[in-house]
């Protein structure tokens, strides 16, 4: 079963001086499981990188993103009725797009476990084939 990447964890990666730089580094180490990276993230993902650490950091990013085991997950066309419906549920939290995109794949994959630093979106979210998500790294 595949384990979810999300944008704060992949963003965490990415930069050496994000205080949860090293757990996520460790939590990815130890995973046994395939890591899908929905490609809702990535425009995410470069606008934070470049606004945080500028350009170079951002085409260094995507440069090196072939060369993760990772596997990009594209939406298709099921998901955006999910994605509709979860932003509906959850309004009054102010669930964004990627967050339901990335839910939208982790059900659609059998998904039980998300890589993210949001705990507040991805525990809140109650899936359909499971009771909760695993949120992971969970030494933060």
Not at 30 to 47: D, F, H, N, T
Not at 60 to 79: G, I, Q
Request: proline share 6%; net charge negative; glycine share 4%.
């Amino acid at each position: 079963m595949p384990a979810i990447l999300d944008t704060g964890f992949v963003l965490a990666l990415t930069n050496a001086r994000d205080p949860a730089h090293a757990a996520c580094k460790r939590a990815l180490a130890q995973e046994r499981e395939s890591m899908v990276a929905p490609q809702a993230i990535l425009p995410e993902i470069g606008w934070l990188v470049s606004s945080r650490l500028g350009s170079q950091a951002e085409a260094a990013f995507f440069a090196t993103l072939p060369a993760t085991n990772w596997t990009l997950e594209p939406l298709v066309s099921t998901d955006f009725a999910r994605v509709a419906e979860l932003l509906g549920t959850y309004q009054d939290a102010k669930l964004g797009f990627v967050d339901a995109a990335v839910v939208a794949v982790a059900e659609r994959l059998g998904a039980v476990s998300i890589y993210t630093l949001d705990r507040r979106h991805f525990s809140l979210i109650r899936p359909r084939h499971v009771e909760f998500f695993a949120i992971l790294p969970q030494d933060l």
